[in-house]
């Protein structure tokens, strides 16, 4: 490796050392040659790539380190600078191997990635007194050129509330979301809802679907998210309202049409699992009026404000 040569290692970690780093250091510079520069250190959280080589600034190569959640194994995310590309590698641990002993193979399995900045010298790799165990297995590297699709799921609370008129009702949702683009995705849910007509005496139960498009303003990997979302919505509504000169209340139900936009933003804090939340508006197209009795009691709103809050699954 020549003296200007730069090798940095990005640790996705809360903590501000890891255990393993020091044998990775010394494994690293053992196959590269001492004159090999390199930079460990540790991020909180997972960067995309164009933050991960702003960060790194002008090295020949750059690791991300992204631990399991047990750390029986890690993913080596690797940028060759001279060839312009990432390279993933996925490294396996045995249930016994230490920290030193981790961080000894990610030494030799990232030197390994980099063949081209070592230096003449350390051409041959140098017998070890201790070998790699045979046990330690790593996959064959893999082209990174574009992060696959994410599946995800949501399950979450909602609210309405009218604007002048009586539309206040709370409920669940369930969504999915099929990315389309990096930015774009495709946004499917349904729901159901329960509310109140108090003029009228009378209670509203409705189901819901909707399709639409969600786009995110904020990086697709990272932790915090931030969009918007727009969909067109299909509701079936049942007004109920009881009778006093029967046992049984009386029912009127109908389908209405409209759209809704909100603004959306989400925390992911577990690895796939994250929270999420909305708030916009909702506009039906057709308006409804309430009779009791044969005297009109309510109409109700075709504008409402609504809200979301729940969890997401990223499969």
């Known amino acids: ?36 520069t390199i930079r460990v250190m540790a991020t909180p959280t997972d960067l995309p790539d164009a933050a991960t080589l702003q960060r790194a600034g002008s090295a020949d190569g750059v690791v991300e380190l992204v631990w399991d959640d047990d750390q029986h194994s890690a993913l080596l995310h690797c940028y060759v600078a001279r060839e312009g590309r990432w390279v993933d590698r996925k490294i396996s641990f045995g249930a016994g191997d230490e920290a030193p002993q981790r961080g000894r193979l990610l030494g030799f399995a990232i030197a390994s990635m980099f063949p081209r900045l070592a230096a003449p010298a350390a051409a041959e790799p140098p017998r070890h007194e201790q070998p790699i165990p045979q046990d330690w297995k790593a996959s064959v590297a893999t082209e990174r050129r ?5 599946f995800e799921l949501e399950l979450g609370a909602t609210a309405t509330t ?17 990315p389309l683009a990096p930015a774009l995705s495709l946004h499917a849910s349904v729901g ?3 509310g109140e007509i108090p003029s009228a005496q009378a209670s509203t139960q409705s189901a819901t679907g909707a399709l639409g498009l ?7 990997d990272g932790s915090a998210q931030l969009g918007l979302r727009a969909d067109l919505i299909a509701s079936w509504m049942v007004v109920t309202r009881p009778l006093a000169s029967s046992a049984e209340p009386e029912s009127r139900a109908r389908w209405m049409s409209g759209g809704a936009a909100l603004v959306e933003g989400g925390y992911r804090f577990m690895g796939r699992l994250g929270a999420f939340g909305g708030a916009g508006a909702e506009i039906l197209l057709t308006p409804t009026d309430v009779y009791a009795e044969g005297r009109l009691t309510a109409k109700l709103p075709t504008f409402r404000v609504v809200g979301e809050l729940g969890l997401r699954a990223r499969f």
Do not use: K
Not at 1 to 7: E, I, K, Y
Not at 146 to 150: E, H, S, T, V
Not at 162 to 178: E, K, T, Y
């Open 1 to 36: 490796m020549s003296p200007t040569a730069v090798l940095v290692v990005l640790i996705l970690s809360s903590a501000e050392t890891d255990p393993a780093a020091p044998a990775l250091e010394a494994a690293a510079r053992e196959l590269l040659g001492e004159t090999a």
């Open 146 to 150: 574009a992060p696959p699709p994410r």
């Open 162 to 178: 009218g604007v002048q008129g009586p539309g206040d009702a709370v409920g669940a949702v369930i969504g999915m979301r099929l």
């Open 192 to 194: 159901a809802r329960r």
């Open 214 to 220: 969600a786009w995110l303003a904020s990086p697709a």
